[in-house]
């Protein structure tokens, strides 16, 4: 009888996942925001190979000699592909049931918060995905046209911006749950992954010469520099000035680094999440 009950409750919560995932997929699908940064992802994906296309195949290949170097160099932009869509799902995945009347509704259902929240969060996921992976189809015929391969470690950078889409997911959940407004919180998001830690990682690194190991936009890299054939981990380049020369630092992580600063955030900010989300109480 144990054994049953236990199963039973499985059964309950998967179901209530299940159903959570279900209708946020849905309402993801319906607004104007998924249409959006589908068609933004895929503008700027042509826009990069385009403007290299122009060039010709010959003087690509003479400047890049590879398709893995080439890849290094065409996928740079996709942190910043990621950090946008995954900042707009998530930026209001909590946040927006604490704004209205509406919160009542669900809040009151007969499901698991948490279980509504890994719904979400699995919807947001999957969302996510299948627009960064537009980029990646791009980044795919680039390669063909340009060096007619595709370097195999192209399924080991997937497999990382899956995991950097749930990490950038997880914190952006995190900071949801810290407001009441979605609008707010989508804002507040947005502004501190897409501005604010590209900055904090650039000061951290050109001026005062710290790898910044803590920061999940530092560890995304890896979805990238995984292409690279000449990895360097600390650069350092000297500009000269009119006074002493001023020395740039450069860092990249290293793979196995990258992946413990994704899995960090993944893990913390995500417990957080549910935590924030299970106890937060609607203000009327």
């Known amino acids: 009888m144990a054994n049953s009950s236990v199963h039973s409750r499985d059964i309950g919560r998967i179901s209530e996942i299940a159903v959570s995932f279900k209708y946020q997929l849905k309402s993801y699908l319906r607004t104007k925001r998924f249409l959006a940064l589908a068609i933004l992802v895929?503008?700027?994906s042509i826009a990069v190979f385009a403007v290299e296309a122009h060039f010709?195949?010959?003087?690509?290949?003479?400047?890049?000699?590879?398709?893995?170097?080439?890849?290094?160099s065409f996928m740079q932009?996709?942190?910043?592909v990621v950090v946008i869509v995954a900042a707009f799902f998530g930026g209001n995945a909590i946040s927006t049931d604490f704004a209205s009347n509406y919160s009542y509704y669900i809040l009151v259902q007969p499901a698991r918060r948490s279980s509504i929240l890994?719904?979400?969060?699995?919807?947001?996921?999957?969302?996510?995905?299948s627009i960064i992976m537009i980029y990646y189809l791009f980044a795919a015929i680039a390669s063909f046209?340009?060096?007619?391969?595709?370097?195999?470690?192209f399924a080991s950078s997937i497999g990382l911006v899956a995991l950097f889409v749930l990490s950038i997911l997880s914190f952006a959940f995190f900071l949801s749950s810290l407001f009441n407004n979605p609008q707010?919180?989508?804002?507040?998001?947005?502004?501190?992954?897409?501005?604010?830690?590209?900055?904090?990682?650039?000061?951290?690194?050109?001026?005062?010469?710290?790898?910044?190991?803590f920061l999940v936009n530092y560890g995304g890299q890896v979805v990238y520099t995984v292409f690279s054939t000449h990895f360097v981990h600390f650069s350092q380049i000297k500009v000269p000035t009119r006074g002493a020369d001023f020395t740039i630092t450069q860092y990249e992580p290293?793979?196995?680094?990258?992946?413990e600063i994704m899995l960090g955030y993944i893990v913390i900010f995500f417990i957080a999440s549910i935590f924030m989300y299970k106890y937060k109480e609607v203000k009327g």
Not at 63 to 69: D, I, Q, V
Not at 186 to 212: D, G, K, N, W
């Open 42 to 44: 895929a503008l700027i």
């Open 56 to 72: 010709g195949i010959n003087a690509i290949n003479a400047e890049y000699n590879n398709a893995s170097n080439y890849l290094y």
């Open 77 to 80: 932009n996709i942190t910043y």
């Open 118 to 129: 890994i719904g979400r969060y699995l919807a947001a996921l999957l969302a996510s995905f």
């Open 145 to 153: 046209y340009f060096f007619s391969t595709l370097p195999s470690v």
């Open 184 to 213: 707010t919180s989508t804002v507040a998001v947005v502004i501190l992954l897409i501005v604010v830690l590209p900055i904090a990682s650039s000061v951290l690194q050109s001026f005062l010469s710290v790898e910044p190991w």
């Open 254 to 259: 290293y793979t196995l680094e990258g992946i």
